[in-house]
């Protein structure tokens, strides 16, 4: 059974500081991971994705992956108020069927 | 480009009742997908479509939930009969390349 685990939080961070948000996998063929952002009776939109080993950086997004330690990360610099969501963390195990795996998400907290 | 659209946005229906939600994915997107999103969690996956033809229903309680994507465009997932734990938003997403699904505003079921 592939998992995907997050710590539901809530996460609070003080404005203008770094949010990191965390996520590790269970199956170790996972090809490609994704972050998706989902506002409180909103659909999930998807933030940035992420399928090499190191760093990706869009904007004031960062997602880091590491392969070995099946974990997956995003940062959040000087976050904003806007930025409170609910963070859901995807896999993708490749292959035909490419249906995301999700986990429950990590409610992030921006104190103004 | 016009969005991911679903219909309807709400239902309220009771227990052993029919049901039926609607999607119409963006145009030109050959892969759909069905989830099922508790309160609290993330979006499961229920089917994925290629075109009118199935790629994974493993996740798909076959007993109670069909689906269907008559002409490769439009779908309609239905529940006979529904059971409180069917309470959920119902999000299709529709997608040319697995890392950029793109989800529709979803479809909140709740069964009294």
């Known amino acids: 059974q592939k998992e995907v685990e997050q710590n539901s939080g809530p996460l609070s961070v003080p404005e203008g500081a770094i949010a990191s948000l965390n996520c590790t996998y269970s199956d170790r063929g996972s090809q490609s991971f994704f972050w998706y952002r989902q506002y409180s009776g909103k659909s999930p939109e998807l933030i940035m994705f992420i399928y090499s080993n190191g760093d990706k950086e869009d904007g004031r997004f960062t997602a880091q992956l590491n392969k070995a330690s099946q974990y997956v990360s995003l940062l959040i610099r000087d976050s904003q108020p806007s930025d409170s969501a609910t963070y859901l963390c995807a896999v993708h195990s490749g292959g035909g069927a490419d249906g995301l795996t999700f986990g429950k998400g990590t409610h992030l907290i921006i104190q103004p | 480009e016009a969005g991911v659209a679903q219909s309807p946005r709400y239902k309220i229906i009771e227990k052993r009742q029919s049901v039926a939600f609607w999607c119409n994915p963006i145009?030109?997107?050959?892969?759909l997908y069905w989830y099922q999103q508790i309160l609290g969690q993330g979006p499961k996956l229920l089917i994925q479509f290629q075109n009118n033809g199935v790629v994974d229903d493993s996740q798909l309680p076959k007993d109670r939930f069909s689906a269907e994507r008559l002409k490769g465009v439009d779908s309609t997932l239905k529940i006979q009969p529904a059971k409180l734990e069917d309470s959920a938003v119902y999000l299709c997403a529709s997608t040319t390349k697995v890392y950029e699904q793109y989800f529709g505003p979803g479809t909140r079921l709740t069964v009294t």
């Open positions: 145009s030109g997107h050959a892969t």
